[in-house]
């Protein structure tokens, strides 16, 4: 088994087939109606499998990295090469359906600050995000220095984790293109579960102290339905009873 | 593209989906022009660095002591 099913998996590969074959069907045969949000489920699914498939493939490589007894080189680069037409199958289904889904979370015509706070309160929580809800929260609210205080330690420690990802990325990148690297070590450091714990940590912060929820209320609203009068005259007569 | 490249990108692109996609973006930039080399690595660790919470908060109340100025 190559390294890319054993990331993959062969669900993945059933979830990327199917996109395509939903393309397929829908627009070249038009067998049926196109909807995006089918395209943008399958999407998510096959990104969830293959984050199983890399979890176990880094819980093999620490297992491997963690038997003094039987030291072996962790073979992470396989001299085989991979069928193109899997890889192909997986990279064109996820990059379409991730952009698919990319167009339906990112909303048609939001300002930058709402799609910000919109991610920040709601799905993608990214640091970035999160610091220009912030932004825009302060200029409206002015919440005070002792608040403004907690925040910027929120966020030296995330940015310090993300920095800390970045290193480790850059370690195991040498790693695996060194087939003397310590595997084990660097993909313990990669895993940083304290990054996505202190991005965890500022966006509850930030929710707890309804900084959310004041800026949703301040958002422009989208203009309101507002139905036609009904003219008297338009409405026909009740038939009299005989 | 080598296919440990190939693994290696698809490992930091679906990490950095659920960390950071503005990250996982520029890496996969970096991988798309060839293996990124040292100083590539250090360009984006000081693209990430050189960011300030005064960036994103402007109008901060904080006196410039706080950020050590």
């Known amino acids: 088994m190559n390294a890319l099913q054993r990331l993959s998996g062969i669900k993945t590969h059933l979830t990327a087939v199917a996109g395509l074959g939903y393309l397929l069907a829908t627009k070249v045969f038009q067998l049926f109606p196109y909807h ?15 984050r199983s498939g890399v979890a176990k493939h880094v819980a093999e490589l620490l297992d491997a990295a963690s038997a003094p007894e039987q030291p072996q080189p962790v073979a992470i680069v396989q001299p085989k090469a991979s069928p193109p037409f899997a890889g192909l199958v997986v990279a064109a289904a996820l990059v379409i359906s991730g ?40 200029r409206q609210f002015h919440p005070g220095t002792n608040i403004e205080y907690k925040v910027l330690a929120l966020y030296r420690k995330a940015r310090t984790a993300e920095l800390a990802d970045i290193d480790a990325a850059h370690a195991y990148a040498n790693a695996v293109s060194s087939t003397n690297g310590v ?25 707890k102290i309804g900084v959310f929820d004041m800026l949703k209320r301040k958002a422009p609203a989208a203009p ?6 009904i003219q008297p005259e338009q409405v026909p007569p009740l038939p009299t009873p005989h | 593209m080598q ?6 990108a698809l490992f930091v692109i679906e990490e950095g989906v659920k960390l950071e996609p503005k990250i996982a973006a520029a890496i996969s930039a970096m991988f798309s022009k060839g293996i990124p080399t040292a100083e590539d690595w250090a360009a984006l ?24 100025g």
């Not at chain 1, 919109?118 to 640091?127: D, H, I, M, R, Y």
């Not at chain 1, 309101?224 to 009068?229: E, I, Q, V």
């Open chain 1, 36 to 50: 995006p949000e089918v395209l943008a489920g399958l999407g998510f699914t096959g990104l969830s499998f293959l």
């Open chain 1, 99 to 138: 952009a698919t889904a990319g167009a339906l979370l990112s909303g048609c015509q939001a300002p930058p600050q709402r799609i910000a706070y919109n991610e920040a309160s709601g799905g993608q929580v990214t640091l970035d995000s999160l610091m220009t809800a912030w932004g825009d929260y302060v």
């Open chain 1, 183 to 207: 595997i084990g070590t660097v993909v313990e450091a990669y895993q940083s579960p304290e990054g996505q714990a202190a991005v965890a940590e500022f966006r509850d912060f930030l929710t």
């Open chain 1, 224 to 229: 309101a339905f507002t139905p036609l009068p």
């Open chain 2, 3 to 8: 296919e440990s490249a190939l693994q290696l």
């Open chain 2, 45 to 68: 660790r000081a693209s990430v660095a050189s960011k300030d919470y005064r960036d994103y908060v402007p109008d901060t109340q904080l006196p410039p002591s706080a950020f050590g």
